[in-house]
């Protein structure tokens, strides 16, 4: 996937053809969930900051290089159990070799600007921590419960607003909204199979109090509403 084309923003514009249309800002950057399960990520540093960066693309079950001549501590481990790849040496452009995303955590200013050139000029997205400057894409702030994933993003502008905003959303969407994700995800096939119906199914529910019937842990009641209103059966996670 080449993203060299896509870095930086473009001006806005209006349409000239038959009725006009409102001008718009076109956001500079393009939210969305990206499947990289699988696929080879390389991260250039083997500080602190690098291990967050490692720890979240294994949670994505990436395939992760780290290059660095240094390992804190838990890249260390992630090396010994086998679960990153290391090459114990300084940045070269040849490290990025078959990636399909690469960022760039070191202290150095000047390699983090190489990494950010040769990344473009090899066409693979580049993101180098706290330099949006030099990104094709940035890291959201994130709250995860369950399956369910909300980002939270400022456009690099101010990354301490975006983690007062999870913290924020972090109070209204409790652990409960994993569980109803959940259920939900048992239905969607029976569902899909009365078109039209899920909308109304979902609004049923949340009407019946099913969200209050988790928060309770009363798992009784969970699974009468979901029977009263859909008929079927699901497991309570």
Same mark, same amino acid.
């Given at each position: 996937?080449?993203? @060299?084309? *896509?870095?930086?923003?473009?001006?806005?514009? +209006? /349409?000239?053809?038959?009725?006009? !249309?409102? &001008?718009?800002?076109? #956001?500079?950057?393009?939210?969305?969930?990206?499947?990289?399960?699988?696929?080879?990520?390389?991260?250039?540093?083997?500080?602190?900051?690098?291990?967050?960066k490692? @720890?979240? *693309?294994?949670?994505?079950?990436?395939?992760? +290089? /780290?290059?660095?001549?240094?390992l !804190?501590? &838990?890249?260390?481990? #992630?090396?010994?159990?086998?679960?990153?790849?290391?090459?114990?040496?300084?940045?070269?452009?040849?490290?990025?070799?078959?990636?399909?995303?690469?960022?760039?955590?070191?202290?150095?200013?000047?390699?983090?600007?190489?990494?950010?050139?040769?990344?473009?000029d090899?066409?693979?997205?580049?993101?180098?921590?706290?330099?949006?400057?030099?990104?094709?894409?940035?890291?959201?702030?994130?709250?995860?419960?369950?399956?369910?994933?909300?980002?939270?993003?400022?456009?690099?502008?101010?990354?301490?607003?975006?983690r007062?905003?999870?913290?924020?959303?972090?109070?209204?969407?409790?652990?409960?909204?994993?569980?109803?994700?959940?259920?939900?995800?048992?239905?969607?096939?029976q569902?899909?199979?009365?078109?039209?119906?899920?909308?109304?199914w979902?609004?049923?529910?949340?009407?019946?109090?099913?969200?209050?019937?988790?928060?309770?842990?009363?798992?009784?009641?969970?699974?009468?509403?979901?029977?009263?209103?859909?008929?079927?059966?699901?497991?309570?996670?």
């Amino acid at each position: 996937m080449n993203f @060299a084309s *896509l870095h930086g923003s473009l001006p806005a514009k +209006r /349409v000239k053809c038959g009725t006009p !249309v409102q &001008e718009r800002k076109i #956001l500079k950057y393009y939210p969305v969930f990206w499947n990289i399960a699988g696929k080879k990520c390389v991260v250039i540093g083997g500080g602190e900051v690098a291990a967050r960066k490692v @720890a979240r *693309l294994l949670d994505c079950a990436a395939q992760v +290089r /780290v290059v660095s001549p240094e390992l !804190v501590l &838990e890249l260390s481990a #992630l090396k010994r159990d086998g679960r990153i790849e290391h090459i114990h040496e300084e940045y070269d452009g040849r490290h990025l070799s078959g990636a399909c995303l690469v960022i760039g955590a070191t202290d150095s200013e000047q390699t983090n600007a190489r990494i950010s050139q040769d990344a473009r000029d090899k066409g693979i997205p580049v993101n180098i921590v706290d330099d949006p400057q030099k990104c094709d894409f940035i890291l959201p702030s994130l709250i995860e419960r369950g399956d369910l994933t909300i980002a939270c993003g400022t456009g690099g502008n101010s990354p301490a607003l975006a983690r007062h905003l999870r913290e924020e959303l972090e109070k209204t969407y409790g652990e409960e909204y994993a569980t109803l994700l959940n259920i939900l995800g048992q239905l969607r096939g029976q569902m899909e199979k009365n078109a039209g119906e899920g909308k109304i199914w979902f609004e049923k529910l949340m009407a019946a109090g099913l969200l209050d019937a988790i928060r309770q842990k009363d798992e009784s009641k969970v699974k009468k509403i979901i029977r009263d209103m859909t008929g079927r059966e699901v497991q309570i996670e």
